[in-house]
């Protein structure tokens, strides 16, 4: 009988309809594919049974998460290969579409010879690290348990993972700028745009670590609110606020923006959080912050987007990142999000892609993360530190192929007079 490996490649090409672009190195040490392909390692027949009984991206996540599945070599090579399996396989792309493999008796024979080698049927139970996957409500208490999950890692996993700055969003590059500096020219951009002047109020939605607290407050002189659901987020942002001294000019709250009372505020960012807000809440997002402006105020959301479909009512979360990342976690479209901040009410004014940018940034966490992988398994636990560098890896080449993008909206709240009280040539900022 043939070594693991081949019957491995063998079955997968038959079920693809295509050559497998990878080489396979089965756990009785056999190899099989392409040779200078990159090389996935099963590790064991259990990976096996975890994409068989979930077939498609969950099942290889869970694969990877527990340890059973692997990559030798550099992990984006390997990511781009997969991706035409997983993320952009179509029948036009010489695949096989799930009814023509029902159909053809050869791939039936492989699935079964598939089922012969994983052994006895039982489907192993999901990683610990994964969330059951449920209707995503949005209500204050799911989005404080999805929030939690993602961001109550511990402070420390994310210092070694975002550097010294402790900003997790997207970096704004020179050529041949460091990580901190393109974090510390995003959050002045923000600055810029929202025209920050001493002895205004900001409110920071989804305030993080308290990065653009602190900044706003230091370089700008304005009066800060941030508000974050997460407990560790809070006690550290409190903390750096302290030793700034900056207590008399920034609060840190944990606190569901829908509960802010205290407007108006002259503006308002909302930097890498409105992914949390979900479409069927965020008009209510969009006329909430709407309300807490004055008139005039601005709003900068800074939002990962998604590519339109040509039908929308078929948008599915993608099911790794929903799973073991940002639990109830949406992207829309950038013209959906614009859409709804004008419906609100708000003009929007400067529309800015950032894709590259955070492309670039990934790469910088990934590099940090691999950088001290021991320490941040010890840090996050074994499953943990590996949802994260296949997270951020795969989410790089996203970004660089274009499939998703982020956007930095500057929208205002204009008042009947018409005077949104930008100067004439709003792009000053980028001076």
Request: net charge neutral.
């Amino acid at each position: 009988m043939a070594d693991a490996a081949s019957r491995l490649v063998s079955v997968a090409e038959q079920l693809l309809g295509a050559p497998l672009p990878v080489r396979v190195r089965a756990w009785d040490g056999s190899q099989a594919g392409p040779p200078g392909a990159p090389v996935i390692v099963v590790r064991n027949r259990r990976a096996l049974r975890r994409m068989l009984f979930k077939p498609g991206e969950l099942g290889m996540a869970r694969a990877w998460v527990a340890g059973d599945l692997d990559i030798e070599g550099d992990l984006y090579t390997a990511l781009g290969a997969m991706a035409g399996l997983l993320w952009e396989h179509d029948d036009e792309g010489g695949g096989r579409s799930l009814a023509d493999t029902v159909r053809d008796p050869a791939a039936r024979a492989a699935v079964r010879d598939l089922i012969r080698l994983v052994g006895p049927p039982l489907p192993p139970a999901p990683p610990r690290e994964e969330v059951r996957r449920r209707r995503h409500l949005h209500t204050r208490r799911t989005d404080k348990r999805a929030i939690s999950h993602h961001y109550d890692v511990g402070n420390d996993f994310y210092s070694l993972v975002l550097g010294p700055s402790m900003v997790y969003s997207c970096a704004y590059w020179e050529d041949d700028g460091s990580l901190e500096t393109a974090q510390r020219d995003k959050l002045e951009l923000v600055c810029r745009k929202l025209g920050l002047k001493p002895g205004q109020r900001l409110l920071d939605v989804g305030c993080g670590w308290g990065s653009m607290a602190v900044h706003a407050a230091r370089e700008h002189g304005v009066s800060v609110v941030g508000v974050t659901l997460s407990q560790e987020q809070a006690a550290f942002a409190r903390k750096r606020v302290a030793d700034e001294g900056l207590t008399d000019r920034v609060e840190i709250r944990v606190q569901d923006y829908r509960d802010v009372r205290d407007g108006p505020y002259d503006a308002i960012s909302s930097i890498g959080m409105a992914e949390h807000v979900g479409a069927e809440r965020y008009l209510e997002y969009a006329r909430d912050l709407h309300g807490l402006l004055r008139p005039g105020g601005r709003l900068l959301n800074h939002q990962i987007a998604r590519r339109p479909q040509q039908d929308e009512t078929a948008y599915e979360v993608d099911a790794f990142i929903d799973s073991y990342v940002f639990p109830d976690g949406e992207l829309a479209p950038l013209g959906t999000t614009v859409t709804l901040l004008e419906r609100a009410g708000f003009e929007v004014r400067d529309v800015e892609s950032l894709r590259e940018h955070y492309a670039r940034t990934l790469r910088a966490w990934v590099t940090n993360l691999e950088g001290d992988w021991a320490r941040a398994t010890r840090l996050a636990g074994f499953g943990r530190a590996r949802v994260w560098r296949l997270y951020m890896a795969a989410s790089a080449l996203a970004f660089e192929r274009n499939q998703i993008g982020v956007n930095q909206v500057l929208a205002v709240r204009t008042p009947e007079t018409g005077t949104s009280g930008l100067p004439a040539r709003t792009r000053t900022w980028n001076a």
